[in-house]
Structures are given as C-alpha cells and as structure tokens.
C-alpha cells in the first residue's frame, strides 16, 4: 500500500468513526427527549394529584373536584413546568453567549430587578398581609416583575455599552444585580408591611399560577424558543471563538443582541409568574450535557424539557412533602441544586 492509499485508508476510518458517533449521540438525544417527555407528562399528572392534604384522587365525581383539579391544579403544574422549561433554556443560551457553563440566566440582574419592581409596585398598593391576593393584583405583580427584570437588563446594556464586549456585559450584569438587590432591600426596610407579601415571591412560588399565567409562559416559550433555533447555528460558531464566528462571516453584534433579548424575554416572563427560581437555569444544561453531547440545536431544546421536569419536580415535591403544608419550591430547587452541583464537582474532582 502507498502513502496514498494509506492516507485515503485514513480518511475513511476517521469518516467512519465520526458517522458512528454521529449516530450514538443521535440515539442519545431521541433516548433524553423520550425520557424527558415521560417524565413530565407523569409529573403532570402526579402534580394533578397533590392536593392541600397529599395525595388525592383525580376525579371523584363531584363538580367541586373538577374545578380544583381543572381550574388550580392542572394550570399550575402546566405553569411550573412551562416556567422550569424558560429558565433552563434561558441558562443554555446564557451559557452558549458567555461560553461560561457556570453562567446563570440571572447574570443581568434580571431576577433581582424583578425583585425591585414588585417591591415597589406593594408599596404603592399600600400592600399589606393578604393585600396581593386576587387575579388582578396577582396579574400586576406579574408585569411589575416582567418590566423591573427588562429594566434591569437595559441598564445593564447601558453600563457596557451594548453587546460588543461579553465580559464588560458580564460584569455589568452583576454590578445591576447587586444594585437592584440593594434597591429592593431597601424598599423593604422602608415599608416593611410588604415583607409578608415579598416573602412568597423571593422564595419562589407556583401557587399564583392559573390559567392566564400559563398560557402567558406557553406564548412566551414558544417565541423564545424559536428565536433561540434560528440563533442556535450563531452559538456553535461562537464556541469555536469570537475570531472564528466573525472568520464565518456571523454578525457578532447581532447576534448579542438576539441572545440578550431572548434570555431577559425568558427570565423575565418566569420570574415574574413563579418569583426567584434558583439553580433550574444553571443545572439544566449540565445535566443535558452529562448525558449528550448535542449541538446548540438540540441542546436549547432538551435544555427546556430538563428545565420543565427540574421545576415541575421541585413543585410536586414541595406540596407533597410537608403535606399540609407546603415548602417554597424555590427553597427546594436551591437544596437539590446545590446538591446536584456539589456532587458534580465532586465527581470530576475525582
């Protein structure tokens, strides 16, 4: 055999390999969205059946049952879900623009702004204990997050000067987080009749989820996860390098600009209806890529799905467990993931 031949020997068996491990992680991802599918629509129904007093039948017969597992239950679960589903989609494409994977969605102070605006929004309600019950108030609690989390992030884009430079973004993104926290700190320290009502919502919430909530979060996903498909081919450029995405001919600037429109929508849209969720956006896309190694594509979208079931999880645990009772589900997502976390350092450690 000559060196030619030898060389196309070569290309073919490295062709070879690669079509096979094309075909491995193709397995893998039908086998994680299979999994990830099974396992939401199972909590879904687990999390049907979780009433005030544990497990409970889903239908007895009466109307009254229809209603609180039609109208409270089901579009609650839907909604925790749906809001998991935004964050860990929102961390894959933080973690794809900052090719950090300890990037959070919450790096542009979105989540402490939206802090900031429902704090402000109690005190002008002259919110007391009970005050912020009610569609209405509960729907303009929801906006005041929504427009303090986007505020938060344009100041963010203000301080760096647009989307040029990712480490004056990241920097600038912990610089508002801190200040909003300071801001809502104290706001509360000057009105503390609104610590009770703040309580449910830095400790995280499904509970002020209904129908009008989760069809909010399901519009929202689907735009979001759209843009975030188109701009999945920018994000694999990206991980080859800034040099190497503008040497494709890509549009840096640009495509910035769509991330960090697409995870403040994200953030933004989940925080204001579920509050301060921690660790889901951080631990989703880990766990995707502890089992495959998928491209951007594919990643966004099961990064959603790890999302939706770590969060619709977390929420059927935190009604379940303590039973009458119920534990903040964001006290919980923090616990699990921070648990998660540490063993994963710990793993790799070793």
């Known amino acids: 055999m000559n060196s030619a031949d030898k060389t196309l020997?070569?290309?073919?068996?490295?062709?070879?390999?690669?079509?096979?491990?094309?075909?491995?992680?193709?397995?893998?991802?039908?086998?994680?969205?299979?999994?990830?599918?099974?396992?939401?629509?199972?909590?879904l129904l687990l999390g049907a059946a979780v009433g005030s007093l544990g497990w409970e039948p889903l239908w007895d017969g009466t109307e009254a049952a229809r209603a609180i597992t039609w109208d409270i239950r089901v579009p609650r679960s839907l909604g925790a879900w749906l809001a998991g589903a935004?964050?860990?989609?929102?961390?894959?494409?933080?973690?794809?623009?900052?090719?950090?994977?300890?990037?959070?969605?919450y790096l542009m102070?979105?989540?402490?702004?939206?802090?900031?605006?429902?704090?402000?929004?109690?005190?002008?309600?002259?919110?007391?204990?009970?005050?912020?019950?009610?569609?209405?108030?509960?729907?303009?609690?929801?906006?005041?997050?929504?427009?303090?989390?986007?505020a938060a992030v344009l100041l963010t884009l203000v301080l760096a000067r647009g989307v040029q430079h990712t480490l004056r973004l990241l920097l600038a993104g912990v610089i508002?987080?801190?200040?909003?926290?300071?801001?809502?700190?104290?706001?509360?320290?000057?009105?503390?009749?609104?610590?009770?009502?703040?309580?449910?919502?830095?400790?995280?919430?499904?509970?002020?989820?209904?129908w009008t909530g989760t069809l909010l979060l399901a519009a929202m996903g689907a735009l979001v996860l759209a843009g975030a498909l188109v701009l999945s081919p920018a994000l694999d450029a990206l991980a080859l390098g800034e040099a190497a995405a503008?040497?494709?001919?890509?549009?840096?600037?640009?495509?910035?600009?769509?991330?960090?429109?697409?995870?403040?929508?994200?953030?933004?849209?989940?925080?204001?209806?579920?509050?301060?969720?921690?660790?889901?956006?951080?631990?989703?896309?880990?766990?995707?890529?502890?089992?495959?190694?998928?491209?951007?594509?594919?990643?966004?979208?099961?990064?959603?799905?790890?999302g939706g079931v770590l969060l619709l999880a977390a929420d059927v645990l935190s009604r379940w467990l303590l039973a009458p009772r119920e534990l903040p589900v964001g006290v919980l997502t923090a616990l699990l993931g921070g648990a998660y976390l540490l063993w994963l350092m710990h793993r790799r450690a070793a």
Do not use: K, Y
């Open 109 to 150: 102070g979105s989540s402490t702004g939206a802090a900031f605006g429902v704090a402000v929004l109690l005190v002008a309600m002259g919110a007391a204990p009970g005050t912020a019950a009610g569609a209405l108030a509960q729907l303009g609690l929801a906006g005041a997050g929504f427009l303090g989390a986007m």
């Open 176 to 210: 508002v987080g801190v200040v909003f926290g300071a801001l809502a700190a104290l706001v509360m320290l000057w009105s503390p009749d609104v610590l009770r009502a703040m309580q449910a919502f830095l400790l995280g919430t499904t509970g002020l989820l209904g």
């Open 9 to 43: 020997e070569t290309g073919r068996t490295a062709a070879s390999r690669t079509d096979a491990w094309l075909d491995a992680q193709a397995r893998r991802v039908r086998w994680f969205t299979g999994a990830a599918l099974a396992a939401s629509l199972l909590l």
């Open 246 to 306: 503008a040497s494709l001919g890509l549009s840096l600037n640009a495509v910035r600009r769509g991330l960090v429109g697409a995870i403040a929508l994200a953030t933004g849209a989940a925080v204001a209806q579920v509050g301060l969720i921690a660790f889901v956006g951080l631990v989703a896309p880990h766990i995707v890529r502890s089992a495959v190694r998928p491209t951007h594509r594919a990643l966004l979208a099961l990064s959603a799905l790890a």
């Open 86 to 105: 935004l964050l860990g989609l929102a961390g894959a494409l933080a973690q794809g623009l900052f090719r950090n994977p300890l990037a959070d969605p």
